[in-house]
């Protein structure tokens, strides 16, 4: 219910001073119906009117003002002032949501706070022909400047201290891609790059229970495609030569071991300083 994550997101944007921001998404009917059971109607229109909501909630929670949002998916119109956890420093909570598909991109581009890429659609190409012109057309349909709606690279991303732990995270993604190329609403990138017989390739796999074998499919030119790929010393320019220019910020992954924190710290200071 978005009433209750906005009480969370409040209380979080409360203890963290301000740092908090809300992710969304729709995830996949597969999972939606076959792992949560629950429903899946009309994904764009719930995600646009649960942006929307929340914002209402959020504005009541600050003002003590009425709340009423009546949507067609979504009616909030009773908060009483026990249920009101009242105002905080730091009211504006970015609403981030993840989007892939044109209409939920444009939907994102015209009310969001920003978009957060899914891995399988994060290569540079993609990002430059695809993903930023439907955020444009959704941010020139509602009159906002692109601007105001930070993008966030959700990247797959190989990196470790030495090459030989670099080979191994490398075939760490090479499964994931092999698992999330399983699912046709991923293959539009895979359209972009003339590779949608492999995700073809692997739903029949998924189909077959071949589990195994999925990561066979994802030769290294895919790999290389969708991975940026380096040691903690290399791994900053290597992002930063790949995304420059398209976004100021990017998912970096923690460690596997806490004893290569301070590598990845570094890094990530490489990253943040350019």
């Known amino acids: 219910s978005p009433m209750v994550v906005a009480v969370a997101a409040w209380d979080l944007q409360?203890?963290?001073?301000?740092?908090?921001?809300?992710?969304?998404?729709?995830?996949?009917?597969?999972?939606?119906?076959?792992?949560y059971s629950a429903r899946w109607d009309s994904p764009v229109p719930q995600l646009r009117e649960y942006m929307q909501s929340?914002?209402?909630?959020?504005?009541?929670?600050?003002?003590?003002?009425?709340?009423?949002?009546?949507?067609?998916?979504?009616?909030?119109?009773k908060l009483q002032p026990f249920f009101n956890p009242g105002p905080i420093d730091h009211p504006k909570i970015p609403v981030i949501a993840g989007a892939v598909g044109p209409a939920m991109t444009k939907m994102v581009g015209a009310i969001a706070d920003g978009m957060i890429?899914?891995?399988?659609?994060?290569?540079?190409r993609y990002i430059r022909e695809v993903a930023l012109p439907r955020l444009q057309k959704g941010?020139?349909?509602?009159?906002?400047?692109?601007?105001?709606?930070?993008?966030?690279?959700?990247?797959?991303?190989?990196?470790?201290?030495?090459?030989?732990?670099?080979?191994?995270?490398?075939?760490k993604q090479r499964s994931m891609l092999g698992f999330l190329y399983s699912t046709p609403s991923y293959w539009p990138s895979l359209e972009l790059f003339g590779w949608q017989q492999r995700?073809?390739?692997?739903?029949?796999?998924?189909?077959?229970?071949?589990w195994q074998d999925m990561p066979k499919i994802i030769d290294d030119a895919m790999l290389d495609a969708f991975v940026p790929s380096g040691t903690y010393s290399d791994i900053a320019d290597v992002i930063i030569d790949r995304y420059q220019g398209l976004s100021t910020m990017i998912n970096f992954p923690l460690p596997?071991?806490?004893?290569?924190?301070?590598?990845?710290?570094?890094?990530?200071?490489?990253?943040?300083?350019?």
């Open 199 to 210: 995700g073809e390739q692997l739903l029949a796999m998924t189909r077959e229970g071949n």
């Open 14 to 35: 409360h203890l963290s001073g301000g740092r908090f921001e809300l992710g969304l998404g729709t995830q996949v009917k597969g999972n939606i119906v076959k792992r």
């Open 54 to 77: 929340l914002k209402a909630i959020f504005h009541s929670f600050q003002t003590g003002e009425p709340l009423s949002f009546e949507g067609e998916h979504y009616q909030f119109t």
């Open 117 to 124: 890429t899914h891995p399988t659609n994060t290569p540079p």
């Open 256 to 274: 596997d071991d806490p004893s290569d924190d301070a590598l990845a710290a570094k890094a990530i200071a490489q990253l943040q300083g350019k």
């Open 139 to 171: 941010a020139d349909k509602a009159g906002r400047d692109l601007s105001e709606v930070k993008l966030i690279l959700g990247a797959l991303i190989a990196t470790a201290k030495d090459t030989k732990s670099l080979a191994a995270q490398r075939e």
